[in-house]
């Protein structure tokens, strides 16, 4: 009796050690296709995965898969589907938040973007990404003070956050407090003196304050730091129009396309021009 009841738990048994199994090689095969690029294959056996076990609270991680395949080709309403369905099978994935509110903020969806970051800072109160992407959300929608707050704690668990201190320095420009931004900007040069944006944020503020032989001198070493970044030709085009230099401010902007600059960057000073 004994070995018959050994043999019918192991008859009961032995397929679900096997379904396991399989659905653990397909996520092994699944990893190794997004590793080697092979965005169809790796959808199709995410798709059949699923299947084995659709109440697996695994699935979330392949849910966010799909999410980030269809963002990588550009279907983004289809990957914020998937996404939420990931978020629906394992609502405490602070991971699926973090890459649905990055769709958001690259849609230009502000306000759910919020949303998913206050959703995972309510969680994580600590969470660097979801602090910094707020602080910038904040400082976009005219929220200085709430902007503030989150880099100020941002810079508290890490004081050496580069785009944070670089976020603060713009804020407080935004915000009239340009002696403070200038201040920030100046330790940030001489913390990274070899990154190229912290020149031209520089620039812009020596531009405002009609300062355009030091300006001139901040573009150009971030032209000599990164020849081939269309930001920088864009940033002196700008300083250029300032000096009523419409003839160099064109020549840059020329360059800047020719860098891959998108016809909106350009088109605001090409208008100024003519």
């Known amino acids: 009796m004994k070995r018959f009841v050994l043999l019918l738990s192991l008859t009961f048994s032995i397929p679900q050690m096997l379904h396991t199994q399989s659905y653990e090689q397909n996520v092994r095969h699944i990893v190794e296709a997004l590793a080697a690029d092979s965005l169809e294959k790796a959808e199709g056996m995410i798709l059949q995965t699923i299947q084995l076990d659709p109440l697996r609270a695994s699935n979330a991680i392949l849910y966010q898969y799909l999410g980030e395949i269809y963002q990588r080709r550009g279907q983004n309403e289809r990957a914020l589907e998937f996404y939420g369905k990931g978020i629906e099978q394992s609502p405490a994935s602070t991971d699926l938040y973090l890459s649905r509110a990055s769709l958001y903020l690259q849609m230009g969806n502000n306000e759910r973007a919020l949303a998913d970051y206050d959703q995972v800072l309510d969680t994580e109160p600590n969470n660097e990404e979801a602090l910094f992407f707020r602080a910038y959300i904040y400082s976009q929608l005219r929220r200085y003070k709430e902007a503030r707050s989150d880099y100020d704690r941002l810079l508290l668990l890490n004081p050496m956050h580069e785009d944070a201190r670089l976020g603060l320095a713009i804020l407080n420009s935004k915000d009239g407090r340009p002696r403070e931004a200038m201040e920030q900007l100046d330790a940030l040069v001489q913390i990274f003196p070899a990154h190229a944006r912290h020149y031209l944020a520089r620039c812009g503020l020596y531009e405002r304050r009609k300062e355009y032989e030091k300006a001139m001198?901040?573009?150009?070493?971030?032209?000599?730091?990164?020849?081939?970044?269309?930001?920088?030709?864009?940033?002196?085009?700008?300083?250029?129009?300032?000096?009523?230099?419409?003839?160099?401010?064109?020549?840059?902007?020329?360059?800047?396309?020719?860098?891959?600059?998108?016809?909106?960057?350009?088109?605001?000073?090409?208008?100024?021009?003519?």
């Not at 920088?232 to 009523?244: G, I």
């Not at 360059?255 to 003519?274: C, E, F, K, N, Y």
């Open 217 to 274: 001198e901040n573009v150009g070493r971030a032209i000599e730091l990164e020849p081939e970044n269309p930001e920088c030709y864009l940033t002196r085009a700008s300083l250029y129009l300032a000096m009523k230099k419409k003839r160099l401010a064109g020549q840059d902007c020329r360059t800047a396309i020719s860098l891959g600059a998108s016809p909106d960057q350009v088109a605001p000073i090409l208008q100024a021009i003519r």
